[in-house]
């Protein structure tokens, strides 16, 4: 039984994907690196800048990537016009496992400035206890982000899940000894997440919750 949820938010809860691969592969072009395939920008969805972009530009100085992750979030912030949107049913799902006595947390590859812009965009403050971004601590698949989380709410590994889109989501539950519950509708593909050893994969959010809600959570400190 399951008392602490802790979500990934690009590729999870948002459809964010085509904004974040447009502007990794324009920050690309302003810099004047190599441009990565959409399949290869989507691919490190997850990670932290630093890390992901190492992983993109191989061939980059590093000022090169310090310049390259600058106007990432320039793209990201102030030029890119692509629509992101929640995926279906993910207000209501929230709400559902609030309702039904569970912590919800965050652990995503966002800084903080942009994991606060979200959370005011579609107020969902009161939804989660906790957040741990990128910048705040080490990158996935690193487990620090789950653990710093778990001390924060005083939940052990074996009452808590991670629910993310990437193998990178997947590692890091491991790694932080809890289990977790891949989605094939964001990133990675299912066959990937599996191989993560996820503990099942959904391929929507409504079937999140329906699973989560089948008798596997309990109320935290009932």
């Not at 279906?88 to 606060?116: D, F, H, Q, W």
């Amino acid at each position: 039984m399951y008392q602490l949820v802790i979500f990934d938010w690009d590729g999870t809860l948002i459809d964010s994907a085509q904004k974040i691969s447009n502007c990794i592969r324009a920050a690309a072009v302003d810099v004047g690196l190599n441009v990565p395939s959409h399949q290869d920008a989507q691919s490190i969805i997850g990670l932290s800048l630093d890390v992901a972009m190492k992983i993109l530009f191989p061939e980059a100085s590093n000022n090169q990537l310090i310049d390259v992750i600058e106007r990432y979030k320039y793209q990201f912030v102030t030029l890119d016009e692509t629509q992101q949107e929640l995926f279906i049913g993910v207000e209501e799902g929230l709400t559902k496992l609030n309702e039904a006595g569970a912590l919800l947390a965050i652990a995503t590859g966002k800084s903080r400035v942009g994991m606060n812009r979200v959370f005011a965009k579609y107020g969902f403050e009161n939804q989660f206890v906790a957040s741990r971004c990128a910048d705040e601590t080490r990158s996935k698949p690193h487990p620090l982000m789950l653990e710093e989380i778990l001390e924060f709410t005083s939940i052990s590994p074996h009452k808590s899940i991670m629910v993310g889109d990437t193998s990178y989501d997947m590692e890091m539950a491991e790694n932080a000894k809890m289990h977790g519950l891949g989605v094939s509708y964001g990133v990675h593909s299912e066959t990937t997440l599996q191989n993560a050893n996820a503990v099942d994969v959904l391929n929507s959010f409504n079937g999140v919750v329906g699973w989560l809600l089948d008798g596997r959570i309990s109320k935290a400190f009932s």
